[in-house]
């Protein structure tokens, strides 16, 4: 039987950039959602990929001319997969490959679905500087101890049906209890796509990230 590491041996994970027009003084990485389980390659045209491009474009409308580079990143399979946790190996690649191209830049992580999860996961990384979860996959064993000192924005659709809003509420309860500073947002009527109130998340999140980083209107 084929084990993980032979099953992504032959793998790597990437991103997909929206550049600055200034040099690079910050990073925005955008994490995508997926599976619960699945080895199975990620494509480019994944509607887990798709949903969030429309949020880079956002953020780099909004950061491009303050040096702000956009990066969705590309997992090396679609899944989860623990106790593997796969995503959360490749976002730790994409945060090494930002300080190895940029230098000693602060970083925002934007997740939604299990990049939310990914990105609450990694959040405790030394150039972090925010952590935003759309409507994120939250389990009740998922530690929130690493995020003592950081600075957090979750919310989630009240109507949603594929992430639990409650188990969310909980995580950032955790969360702040632990020593991090935490909003979070209930959307309500809102479900899992983020489609109803589209325009309200993409502000949200491009709002949250620019603060984060400084950066005025």
């Given at each position: 039987m084929t084990?993980?590491?032979?099953r992504?041996?032959?793998?790597?994970?990437?991103?997909?950039?929206w550049p600055?027009?200034?040099?690079v003084?910050a990073?925005?990485?955008?994490l995508p959602?997926g599976?619960?389980?699945?080895?199975a390659?990620t494509t480019?045209?994944?509607?887990t990929?798709t949903?969030?491009?429309?949020?880079?474009?956002?953020l780099s409308?909004r950061?491009?001319?303050h040096g702000?580079?956009v990066?969705?990143l590309r997992?090396?399979?679609?899944?989860?997969?623990?106790?593997?946790?796969s995503?959360?190996?490749?976002?730790r690649?994409?945060?090494?490959?930002?300080?190895?191209r940029?230098?000693?830049?602060?970083?925002?992580?934007l997740?939604?679905?299990?990049?939310?999860?990914?990105?609450?996961?990694?959040?405790?990384?030394?150039?972090?500087v925010?952590?935003?979860a759309?409507?994120?996959?939250?389990?009740?064993?998922d530690s929130?101890?690493?995020?003592?000192?950081?600075?957090m924005?979750?919310?989630?659709?009240?109507a949603?049906r594929?992430t639990?809003?409650r188990?969310?509420?909980?995580?950032a309860?955790?969360?702040?209890?632990?020593?991090a500073?935490?909003e979070?947002?209930p959307?309500?009527?809102?479900?899992?796509?983020?489609?109803?109130?589209?325009r309200?998340?993409h502000?949200?999140?491009?709002?949250?990230?620019m603060?984060r980083?400084g950066i005025?209107?």
């Amino acid at each position: 039987m084929t084990n993980t590491a032979d099953r992504l041996a032959d793998r790597q994970a990437t991103v997909e950039t929206w550049p600055a027009k200034e040099p690079v003084t910050a990073v925005v990485l955008v994490l995508p959602g997926g599976k619960a389980h699945s080895f199975a390659p990620t494509t480019r045209r994944q509607l887990t990929r798709t949903r969030m491009r429309p949020f880079a474009r956002a953020l780099s409308r909004r950061g491009a001319r303050h040096g702000v580079e956009v990066w969705l990143l590309r997992y090396r399979c679609r899944g989860w997969n623990a106790p593997e946790c796969s995503p959360v190996a490749d976002a730790r690649w994409a945060l090494a490959e930002a300080h190895r191209r940029h230098g000693d830049v602060p970083v925002v992580v934007l997740g939604h679905s299990m990049g939310g999860r990914t990105a609450l996961a990694v959040g405790g990384d030394d150039a972090i500087v925010g952590i935003c979860a759309l409507a994120p996959w939250c389990e009740k064993g998922d530690s929130a101890e690493h995020l003592a000192g950081r600075t957090m924005l979750i919310a989630h659709g009240t109507a949603d049906r594929v992430t639990s809003p409650r188990a969310s509420r909980r995580f950032a309860e955790r969360a702040a209890a632990a020593g991090a500073e935490v909003e979070y947002l209930p959307i309500r009527g809102e479900m899992h796509a983020m489609v109803l109130r589209w325009r309200l998340w993409h502000r949200l999140a491009v709002d949250f990230a620019m603060t984060r980083l400084g950066i005025g209107y």
